[in-house]
């Protein structure tokens, strides 16, 4: 690209005009007014002790310092490097500017722009918002004004005071402090001209990242100050030979996700102190256990990891563990997009809990769905098997797949997604029909903190409001998103380690000293690892995998992943408090007792009865009959007759069966799968031969024989427990059962498929 001679000589004609322009002077701006305002503002923990001094609005890092604190070789440094005339000009140098117009028009492009110190101080007090010849005309006619106004020496110290050098760092003196950990006055001459070429270009010159690049342009500094006789030759030869030590950034950077991401909250126009809601002394400790883990997991393929710390009463953020180096990278993953894996299942169960579901509600862990159909959304138990009927409160606690896929078929996708917007996932953008029924096993992405914010309203009796990072934070209004008993039920279920035992057992990392509620999540293909709870106090999130979305090696779960980081991160804060409150109940629940196998009133027979919350809204459970006492070969004996549903698992368990019923019993025949309305989904991938639905029926005790009608299609099933499989087929369908046995036949109510 050629540059522009006529506006190039627009420019230069113009710089004549500018004294002219002195006799007709708009109103002097603010910005000019005072050289030794502060832009500085500080992030500071919950205690006072400082995170880090960071840029405002519209500067940087700032330590003010008079010309004479500033080492004397750094001052010729930077006059070499920027403005060699300082001291000669009005405030333009005509000079530079010729030589950058010549540079410029040779190459082709602007490589060059010959503004002065006081040009650059006037672009930094007034941050142009546009570019070209006729802001480069302002700036000139505001240095000349500039330098009538004030000294040769206010000028060149206000700038030394705001000049930028990358990293968010205003002034040679945070400079300094940054970069080589020494006040500005005591700099050598190799770390001065290391220092005087940043402000060339601070967003790219990265000291930490291409210091080699930046020694270069050192190295031609050097040569430049023994030209105009400001340094010997063997200074020079000494600067050349000095080898530059870099402080290292992460010991000047404390908490530095946190505080990369409380800059993007803040007020534009900042400054001043900032208390923050960070415990640092948490920080360090959570820091620690952390490191302490990836280790142990580094030989399973595990790199990173990443924990958030919330108050349970205030939101307030106590820590935040972005990555396990925050030097090699400022990617924060408690905030990145990562599928949730089995962490939004309390939120599928909270929904059935508010209609007619109950905690004792019994719920089919079955092979109902066909894996080769529906693998993509519903994958097998963590145990690879399946456990026939089983209670939503083992259901949930358990963290069974397949229970809660039928559970939400039941409340619909699009009330479980419009429920999670409320508790703030706002990655969750895309309809219910894109997410389908594996949105509850984890089918969308979610983000560390989000999680964290959404147990935090379980904890809080289903109140929520966002998380806070500062002190002066304005509040925000909340609001009740899950009703009060029903959170604090799911909480009583997250914390059972009985409930919680037959898949995790009751020694694991889950299993602490006090009252702590915890869930366990693991996407699909070991890709994420998570581990979310809460006691009364706090909540703690961690995730643990890697940054390039690789897989885990080993089969590394939330339990065997993430829940020993949560299990140090909740005991450390328990020990720091010397205890940990229980939880409370709001008003609304009751106990009552149930059988433990039908979730029922237990019956005369029922051998093991047990405690179980209910909403004191809901109706006492009806008695249970499943179990039944029998005489056989004089002694007694109880039988616990399983729904048509399971007996089939139960046949296959080995579980003993009851004898026969003596005269047949009024069962009605029902179609056990799929639900009315269902709606299925032909895979253009998948060979036909793979897609077939399940029909599956309950019948009662004298049926010998089962006829499906599913459209014009006639199956028969002469074979307990009578399921079918059909062949999907694209349209609208009737699907009726009619159970034949001696003498007798009876159909079930039609229900209707779509197969798209």
């Not at 909480?491 to 694991?508: E, S, V």
């Not at 070991?526 to 581990?531: G, L, Q, S």
């Not at 809204?617 to 005489?631: A, D, G, N, V, Y």
Request: one cysteine or more.
């Amino acid at each position: 690209m050629r540059v522009n001679l006529r506006r190039w000589a627009k420019g230069l004609a113009g710089l004549s005009l500018t004294g002219a322009a002195l006799f007709f002077a708009p109103p002097w701006p603010a910005e000019l007014s005072d050289l030794k305002r502060s832009f500085n503002l500080r992030l500071l923990d919950r205690r006072g002790k400082l995170l880090r001094v960071v840029a405002s609005a519209d500067s940087g890092v700032q330590h003010r310092l008079s010309l004479d604190q500033i080492s004397s070789v750094l001052i010729q440094a930077t006059l070499a490097s920027e403005d060699q005339r300082f001291y000669a000009h009005p405030g333009i140098d005509p000079i530079s500017i010729g030589r950058a117009a010549n540079r410029n028009w040779q190459a082709g492009r602007v490589v060059e722009g010959g503004s002065t110190l006081t040009q650059q101080l006037v672009r930094m007090l007034r941050p142009p918002s546009d570019r070209g010849w006729k802001v480069k005309m302002g700036e000139s006619y505001w240095a000349l004004r500039l330098e009538r106004r004030y000294s040769k020496r206010e000028i060149l110290e206000a700038y030394l005071n705001l000049a930028p050098y990358g990293l968010q760092t205003c002034g040679v003196e945070a400079a300094a402090q940054l970069y080589f950990n020494k006040p500005a006055s005591q700099l050598s001459l190799a770390e001065s001209t290391f220092l005087a070429v940043l402000p060339r270009a601070p967003e790219s010159f990265l000291p930490y990242q291409n210091a080699d690049e930046i020694v270069v342009y050192q190295k031609g500094l050097l040569g430049r100050m023994v030209a105009l006789g400001m340094i010997s030759v063997q200074e020079q030869r000494r600067a050349l030979a000095e080898p530059l030590r870099l402080r290292p950034l992460d010991s000047t950077w404390e908490s530095g996700h946190f505080c990369d991401y409380l800059l993007t909250r803040l007020p534009p126009q900042s400054r001043g102190d900032i208390q923050t809601t960070l415990d640092l002394s948490l920080q360090h400790d959570v820091e620690g256990i952390l490191a302490v883990h990836l280790k142990r997991l580094y030989s399973r393929g595990v790199s990173n990891g990443a924990v958030v710390v919330l108050d349970v009463a205030s939101g307030e953020i106590l820590a935040m563990v972005g990555s396990t180096d925050y030097q090699k990278g400022q990617f924060n993953a408690c905030l990145s997009g990562r599928q949730a894996g089995s962490t939004l299942k309390p939120f599928t169960y909270a929904l059935a809990l508010e209609r007619d579901y109950t905690a004792a509600s019994i719920l089919p862990d079955l092979n109902l769905y066909p894996s080769q159909l529906l693998k993509s959304f519903i994958p097998r138990n963590y145990d690879e098997r399946f456990h026939g009927p089983v209670r939503l409160r083992e259901a949930l606690a358990c963290s069974y797949n397949v229970p809660v896929v039928r559970v939400l078929e039941r409340v619909g996708v699009e009330s479980l997604l419009q429920r999670l917007r409320a508790l703030g996932f706002g990655r969750l953008t895309q309809s219910a029909q894109f997410y389908g029924l594996g949105l509850t096993l984890g089918g969308g992405e979610v983000s560390l903190l989000e999680l964290a914010r959404a147990y935090r309203c379980l904890a809080r009796h289903g109140r929520y409001g966002p998380e806070r990072a500062w002190s002066e934070q304005p509040s925000a209004r909340e609001k009740t998103v899950l009703d009060p008993p029903v959170a604090a039920l799911i909480t009583d279920i997250l914390k059972d380690p009985q409930a919680r035992a037959p898949a995790f057992g009751l020694h694991g990392p889950l299993n602490l000293a006090f009252e702590c509620a915890a869930k366990t999540g693991t996407s699909k293909g070991y890709r994420d690892n998570w581990t979310v709870g809460y006691t009364p106090l706090y909540v703690v999130a961690c995730w643990v995998g890697n940054f390039d979305g690789s897989s885990m090696r080993n089969g590394v779960s939330g339990v065997t992943g993430a829940a020993p980081v949560f299990h140090d991160v909740m005991s450390a804060l328990v020990q720091r408090d010397g205890g940990s409150p229980a939880f409370t109940r709001p008003p609304g629940l009751r106990q009552w007792k149930v059988c433990e196998a039908s979730g029922q009133r237990p019956g005369p027979n029922c051998p093991h009865p047990i405690q179980e919350w209910f909403l004191e809204r809901k109706p006492q459970p009806e008695t249970c009959s499943m179990h039944e006492r029998f005489t056989l070969n004089g002694k007694e004996q109880v039988f616990c007759r399983y729904p048509p549903l399971y007996r089939a698992w139960a046949l296959a368990q080995g579980i003993p069966q009851p004898p026969a019923r003596a005269s047949p019993t009024s069962t009605e025949v029902s179609i056990a799968f799929p639900d009315n309305g269902a709606v299925f989904r032909l895979d253009q991938n998948l060979r036909a031969d793979y897609q077939r639905l399940h029909l599956r029926v309950t019948v009662p005790d004298w049926c010998t024989k089962v006829e499906w009608q599913v459209g014009e299609t006639k199956l028969t099933s002469n074979q307990k427990p009578f399921d079918q499989w059909w062949p999907l087929q694209s349209g609208g369908y009737l699907v009726q059962a009619v159970a034949m046995g001696p003498g007798r036949q009876q159909s079930s109510p039609s229900i209707h498929i779509v197969v798209r």
